[in-house]
């Protein structure tokens, strides 16, 4: 995205370098603030049912893990959907990826990590 600027080089090359680089950096500063905006509205337990989700778990594991039905589960997974403007899965793991960048080093909103499910509650992995 970048150039490196090879010697010797103008000053307006220098500038022009330097501007596209801030520009860049104050995009990237805006959209990880988007981003945490976003998951700021989640609720306590959907930030949890987010979470389990993007670990890979199904419903019914869900449901489960939090000792709520399924139903619930698929409400929560709903709004969390919608709450982060995510459209599909793959863009829900992106923007929990974006999340965990913007706010390390804040405490969890009360998400632990999943307790071991066995491998028929999982959602299949299509990797090539």
Do not use: C, W
């Not at 899965?89 to 960048?101: K, P, Q, S, T």
Request: hydrophobic share 40%.
């Amino acid at each position: 995205m970048f150039d490196f600027i090879a010697q010797p080089f103008t000053l307006q090359r220098l500038q022009d370098s330097l501007d596209k680089a801030f520009a860049h950096h104050a995009h990237l500063l805006s959209s990880t603030h988007q981003v945490k905006q976003r998951f700021d509205l989640l609720s306590k337990r959907e930030h949890q049912v987010g979470a389990l989700v993007v670990q890979g778990l199904t419903n019914q594991a869900i449901a489960e893990q939090l000792a709520i039905s399924i139903k619930t589960v698929k409400a929560h997974r709903a709004k969390v959907m919608v709450k982060t403007e995510s459209n599909t899965l793959v863009e829900l793991l992106r923007n929990y990826d974006g999340y965990a960048l913007v706010s390390a080093g804040e405490p969890a909103v009360g998400v632990k990590p999943a307790k071991p499910v066995p491998a028929k509650s999982r959602l299949p992995l299509n990797r090539k």
